[in-house]
């Protein structure tokens, strides 16, 4: 799960809404890649989210 914000995986049907997700962190070894990844998932609302410095 390195790298991701919200990971939903083989899961129908979610709603994933109001939520804001920065990339950044105070670590300097890791990554900005955090975003949202949906895999193998159907179905899903994304409404209202913020992403930044996500990769």
Do not use: C, Q
């Not at 950044?24 to 410095?53: K, M, Q, V």
Request: glycine share 10%; no cysteine.
């Amino acid at each position: 799960l390195a790298g991701m914000a919200m990971y939903v995986y083989d899961s129908d049907r979610n709603r994933i809404e109001n939520n804001d997700v920065s990339g950044l962190t105070n670590n300097p070894l890791i990554d900005s890649d955090g975003g949202i990844e949906l895999e193998a998932s159907s179905g899903n609302i994304l409404r209202n989210n913020i992403l930044s410095d996500t990769g």
